[in-house]
């Protein structure tokens, strides 16, 4: 039995603001680096994005470029995007197929799918030269609930490990088959915190959100998740079927669904860089990618039941473009806290009992920067 809290039943009280330079500083964002982005599992995208043998992408991530495909035996795998050779970067498409191999289009060096080195021409001079020796550098993958997520550390701590709060958490909602619809990059001015904290905090839905607040209170929120690295909890669907612009579901449930889910959508933050959004009629995910201590990229993704792209009344547009306006007024918010967190007369101040879930991502990221 999973139990649910208000918000102002777990708020910490006397928890403030963080400071200043926590959005500022080019020191405390490269120390982010080392010990959140290198150190954490992070998510890459949906299993979507490569459905089939050969398909790939390439994610710019923390400062590594990484290649993400499907093999021929229909295994995702990621390499870092350098060859062995003199490192060059061998894919400059940000997504594509591949035949059945990779080639840098330096000197031709060539890579099956699994990152095995199977061409080296001219190499047959160097006298202990041998093949198996040079594969791609691999990096450490999971995939989870059909999102595939990368570790950069040499001996990451186990994934079963870190997810067990989750790992079982959302079985029912058919993630791994769902599809893709629409996917919107943002680049936002803003520290990629601000964009946490807005997440995890529907206190100011009323000034900034009206078209959501009329049909999901503001203060309906209750929480099951409330300290660590999984935050989150659900708010309820007021006097529509969905949040949809027409309030309208605009596709069928995306699970096998009943009583208090259909009119409940589930939020949980994922440290360090996923946002999932769990409707009844689709589900919202975003990505985030921390550019510098002012900059932020933000990829958001909806996706459906695969059925539902076959059947009658299926109208996607009316939730993706709801939920675009929202994001883009978030957006708009966390850029002008960042102006205000710039000037000299900005200093902590206190939560509301409103925010607990914002204050707790504060505590497990400052507990992060410790290590």
Not at 16 to 27: C, F, I
Not at 81 to 97: A, D, F, I, K, L
Not at 185 to 214: E, G, M, S
Request: glycine content about 6%; charged content about 20%; aromatic content about 14%.
């Amino acid at each position: 039995m999973v139990t649910f809290y208000k918000p102002e039943q777990t708020f910490l009280s006397g928890s403030k603001t963080l400071a200043r330079e926590y959005y500022l500083s080019p020191e405390i964002f490269t120390m982010e680096q080392e010990r959140i982005f290198t150190k954490q599992w992070f998510c890459a995208g949906h299993v979507s994005r490569v459905p089939d043998p050969g398909d790939y992408f390439v994610l710019d991530a923390h400062g590594e470029s990484i290649i993400v495909l499907r093999d021929q035996h229909g295994e995702i795998r990621a390499f870092y995007n350098v060859c062995r050779h003199r490192g060059t970067y061998m894919c400059e498409e940000s997504e594509g197929r591949f035949s059945k191999s990779i080639q840098c289009p330096y000197h031709a060096w060539t890579y099956s799918l699994d990152g095995k080195l199977i061409g080296a021409p001219l190499m047959k001079g160097v006298g202990d030269f041998n093949k198996d020796e040079f594969p791609l550098h691999a990096v450490h993958l999971q995939i989870w609930e059909g999102f595939i997520f990368l570790n950069f550390a040499p001996a990451p701590e186990p994934f079963e490990n870190v997810f067990a709060p989750i790992l079982d958490k959302f079985k029912g909602w058919n993630l791994p088959i769902l599809k893709p619809e629409r996917r919107i990059t943002y680049d936002v001015n803003a520290n990629w915190k601000f964009i946490f904290q807005n997440y995890n905090d529907c206190y100011h839905c009323p000034p900034v959100h009206p078209q959501l607040a009329r049909i999901s209170s503001y203060d309906s929120g209750e929480n099951d998740l409330i300290q660590g690295s999984f935050i989150g909890g659900f708010m309820t669907i007021d006097k529509a079927d969905s949040l949809t612009y027409s309030g309208r579901a605009c596709a069928i449930p995306v699970a096998d669904l009943s009583g208090e889910d259909l009119q409940r959508v589930y939020y949980y933050s994922i440290a360090p860089n996923m946002l999932l959004s769990l409707h009844p009629d689709y589900v919202m995910f975003h990505t985030i990618w921390a550019q510098s201590p002012r900059h932020t990229i933000i990829h958001c993704e909806w996706l459906f039941h695969p059925e539902a792209f076959r059947r009658a009344g299926f109208n996607p547009s009316d939730g993706i473009d709801f939920w675009d306006e929202t994001n883009r007024q978030d957006w708009h918010m966390c850029e002008l806290s960042q102006k205000g967190v710039a000037s000299r007369a900005y200093q902590p101040s206190p939560y509301s009992p409103r925010e607990a879930l914002p204050a707790a991502f504060d505590r497990n990221y400052l507990e992060r920067m410790k290590d």
